[in-house]
């Protein structure tokens, strides 16, 4: 959805997006990584009007640091 405005689920196009915020007490679009929210990022939400079916990305400058975090484990391979 975020890429070709395009719904995968059902080839809706109204396509509307929440941007990631931060707000007080814990509250927002985000997750956080490590101790207290060491790390935090922003969460962009996209969300199919048709269906009801949502995506959520992250800013690409955020995916070193998930890549470099101990509790960002890879999924395994399916066999």
Do not use: Q
């Amino acid at each position: 959805m975020k890429n070709k405005g395009i719904c995968p689920k059902c080839g809706g196009e109204d396509i509307r997006i929440v941007e990631g915020f931060y707000g007080r007490y814990g509250e927002g679009n985000s997750f956080s990584l490590g101790i207290m929210g060491l790390h935090s990022f922003k969460k962009d939400t996209y969300i199919c009007c048709d269906c009801g079916f949502t995506e959520e990305w992250l800013a690409e400058e955020d995916l070193e640091t998930v890549l470099g975090s101990k509790k960002a484990k890879k999924r395994p391979k399916e066999e």
